[in-house]
């Protein structure tokens, strides 16, 4: 699981979800979520409906990076 803060472009409601596994291979250089992001007001969402925080962005960073060590480690 993987908890990341995100801002709904519908309502610019700020919350944090788990999107499950993330796969950092990028499809439209976004990298994909296991879980559809469902806002607290609106429901489920498209990516293009919401927006990383800059919290979210950080965490998103940090856990690129384990993912990262976790594929060297295995090498
Ligand atoms: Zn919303």
């Keep these: 699981m993987a908890i990341i803060n995100f801002k709904c472009k519908r309502c610019d409601e700020v919350f944090d979800f788990d999107v499950g596994t993330i796969n950092f291979e990028l ?12 806002c607290p007001n609106c429901g489920g ?15 998103l960073t940090e ?9 060297r480690a295995k090498k």
């Design 27 to 38: 499809v439209n250089e976004r990298p994909q979520f296991e879980h559809e992001i469902e």
């Design 45 to 59: 969402l498209t990516l293009d409906e919401v927006e990383l925080t800059e919290l979210g962005q950080s965490q």
């Design 63 to 71: 856990l690129w990076w384990i993912d990262g060590e976790r594929k």
